[in-house]
């Protein structure tokens, strides 16, 4: 395959972006304030236990637990590729792509790969200075080899989250407005990945329940890996389940594609 | 209907009311434009109150997880808790409904250069851009807020005076005042920030924090999300009124006006000095 073309979609990814910094700037820095809401929150909560435990947490490894909820999405939650994409469906700028020797899904995997890296190298530094505010409460890995799985599973979570964004973007196929299901999608994403709260502080029946939906793979699963939250053969069973929802989720977004696809009709083109 | 039977009144001499009958009958019109497009996407319709209910239904579900662990959180328990929530999507819901849509649209009217149909009408561009479309599905999610502050009052057996219940809907009133201010500074950004989409995106990350107690805030982030942008006393102000009956709701509603005042005030002068700066991109 030739890389090269690529290359040149990542470039034009980064400009894009660069077209709309103050955008982009402004919604890093309004994204820090619930940031603060939950540091508040989860300091009267220990308040109230009067420096206990709550579901295997204490109050530093809480607030660990949260940055790097922060960190991770910063680094592989797709922010806007889902309007994108259904908008270039509904406006027939899709058809310029199916004239091309490009594959679309390569080509949109490309652009969120180069928003999600310039996304990162901007927000690096505010999330920094967030994370040295908090220095105390950094606790790294004790095994070597979490490290690699941690961010193994960090990975199948960014392919997860792109292509069951893609797949919904997808539907502009067949509807004209996507916007109700994507946010009833972010609505299960933000109470069922961990955004919220950490999974394990619910009941284990529930947790036992979410342990087989996607969601918990898309922020939770990872963080926990590294947390050494989940270790052994819960490790094992859950990077299997991981890498089984990864595929799922990628042959669901080819699938819908070429559904889509067959049925289009080039409005505009 | 044929819209045009129901023409702008003529110039009459009522004094001071008339500029004011004279928007309430524009209103009027186009409410009735709105709900008359709403009815035409009846699954939309359905489907956004799909989506509001479940973030709603989510957000109550959060609660029952935090009071697994604990009684209280700084002084609120689990049903003025609640009651906050119910609040919060009260105002939140009503702030949708009669201003969000439009707001939201206001960076693509300056990007397109469609807003220069809206500054040519002989009407206040304030009111012109704010006041389009109408959300009747939030009206519904805003019912499901009163039936939770409703079911909390019952909970807490506390049943409000006519008084308090009077100031509640006062304070829920300079609420959604609040939340159309703030929202309509940001997007009035869109003047020099030509793609906006990030504000909108702003003002749920702010309005975040509105439905947690307003005790659990400290120091300079308190002082600046009470009053320089109040979004931790919108929600919390009218629950109080509820809840707190030891506490007259007078000095409470003070509280929120004063700074429902500065923001409206600001928002105001802002749009202003924006309009001073607006080049049209159509021409």
Known sequence: MNLTKYYAVFGIGLQNTFVYRWNFLLRSVFGFVPLAGTVFIWRAMFAETGGGRIGGYEYRSMIFYFLLTILAENLITPTEDEWQIASDIREGQINSFLTKPLNYLGYRLTLFLSYRALYTVVTILPIALIFGWFHSFIQLPQHVLTWPLAILSLAMAAGIQFFIAYSLAMLAFWILEISTVVFILYSFEYFLSGHLFPLDIMPTWFTGLLQWLPFTYELYFPIAVFLEKITGRNLLIGLGIQTLWFFLAFLIAKLMWNRGVRRYQAVGG | ?283
């Not at chain 2, 009958?21 to 009027?28: A, L, Q, T």
């Not at chain 2, 709403?38 to 209910?53: P, R, S, T, Y």
């Not at chain 2, 609040?87 to 220069?116: C, M, S, W």
């Not at chain 2, 805030?217 to 009218?238: E, K, M, T």
């Open chain 2, 1 to 283: 209907m044929d819209l045009k039977s129901t023409p702008i009144p003529p110039k009459r001499s009522l004094g001071l009311l008339r500029p004011l009958k004279r928007y309430f009958e524009i209103y009027r019109i186009m409410f009735r434009n709105s709900l008359i497009r709403e009815m035409n996407f009846k699954a939309n319709f359905i489907l956004w109150l799909l989506v509001e209910l479940l973030w709603f239904l989510g957000q109550i579900i959060f609660v029952e997880v935090l009071f697994q662990y604990v009684n209280q959180i700084g002084d609120w328990s689990k049903w003025e808790v609640v009651l906050l929530i119910g609040t919060h999507q009260l105002i939140g819901q009503l702030f949708q409904a009669f201003f969000y849509v439009n707001v939201a649209n206001l960076p693509e009217l300056v990007r397109t250069g469609k807003l220069d149909f809206l500054l040519l009408q002989p009407i206040d561009s304030q009111f012109a851009v704010s006041t389009r479309q109408f959300g009747l599905d939030n009206v519904v999610n805003a019912m499901v807020g009163v039936g939770i502050v409703v079911f909390s009052l019952l909970k807490l057996a506390i049943l409000p005076t006519l008084g308090q219940v009077g100031f509640y809907i006062a304070a829920v009133a300079l609420g959604v005042t609040v939340h159309y201010s703030i929202m309509f500074f940001l997007a009035t950004m869109a003047f020099w920030i030509v793609r906006a989409q990030g504000l909108i995106y702003g003002y749920y990350n702010l309005f975040n924090i509105a439905r947690y107690p307003e005790p659990i805030f400290r120091g300079v982030f308190r002082f600046i999300f009470s009053w320089l942008i109040p979004v931790i006393i919108v929600a919390n102000v009218p629950a109080k009124i509820l809840i707190h009956s030891f506490e007259h709701p007078l000095g409470l509603i003070l509280q929120l006006l004063l700074p429902t005042l500065l923001v409206s005030v600001g928002t105001r002068a802002y749009w202003k000095f924006a309009l001073r700066h607006y080049s049209s991109a159509s021409s």
